[in-house]
């Protein structure tokens, strides 16, 4: 399969949920734009990379754009298993939360610097000090980790997540961080969404 | 100046970021590629999108370079109001969200459907029932919103966002927003983060 770009990507995910819930068995890419606000060209770009043989003059089959997308998605595999780092308020929210439940993403660890905070909090998955990080994730065999530890540890953490087999972190701190070239970083902290919006409106 | 795409512009935004806490006078693309992980040809094309005159040759100045990244990101602007819709346990966390503190942001309004919820939760900005979004937004002249309500709300809640002058919407929910061309959406949910990090890591 083609390298796929990010954005193209992130837009690929998106698709692929908007499509669980979309009920006509054809799918225009005019009707993508009307339901995305992506343009309908980007959007035929966007579905090229995939591997998909229908024709789009009619619109795209729904179901085989499904397959196609749950192909790119690895939908099928196995749970992929997560961590949290960093049980402050954002790590906390994010402890039960429940958006994870339908799809193959688990999280089966919690970790902080703070002892307290992992012998007092309650989990339905165990929470550990920060200290044994890497002897958890090797032994669960955790391949992605959720980042919302305080500013200061975000890097520190970053490279020893890195350095111990995590494919990929989703970042909910404002840091930029440096990773080798074999893990890959989602940045989603609120500053940085705000900044991206305001400069998209400001032109 | 140029529309800039997206992605070069989350880029931009925490290249800025970066810059903020880099003590050298000029940085080299290699510098920044071994700094964030996006290649240098990436970094020079998305500088070249900014109104920047200096060589690249023995590296962009600095100062040169956040004095356009200001002017991009319009952080001498005056302070944009956001409001956040949703006070769960996401929306409590981002509550008293201190990353926000030293940027343009403010948030000056939280909604919920819950009038319990908005009556007992504590904030330092009110927090209203949703049901009078609209007439805040405009008394307060907010711009930009924070949605993190419940999965079923999420669409009412961004057309209507969208309808009373809403710019942006930076949405927690793992729903696809049907909005206006002229509002943009930022999705930071954590299920799109993690599909968008397995589809990377799984080519």
Sequence with gaps: ?????????????????????YE?????????????????????????????HCGASNGYKVCELKASLDELMDSDSQEQKCCIVGLGRMGQALLDNTELQSSQFRIVAGFDSN???TEVLRSVF????TTILESVIQSEKIEYAIL????????PIATRLSSCGIKGIVNYTPCVLTVPHNVEVENVCLLTALETLCAQSSK
């Design 126 to 129: 165990p929470l550990h000090p």
């Design 24 to 52: 006509e068995k054809t799918i225009t890419s005019q009707k993508i734009e009307s339901l995305t606000g992506w343009s309908a060209a980007v959007v035929r770009r966007d579905i090229s990379l995939l591997n998909i």
């Design 148 to 155: 919302s530890v305080e500013k200061e540890e975000a890097q």
């Design 1 to 21: 399969m083609k390298e796929i770009p990010r954005p193209s990507k992130r837009r690929l995910v998106l698709l692929k949920r908007l499509l669980s819930e």
């Design 115 to 117: 002892v307290n905070r």
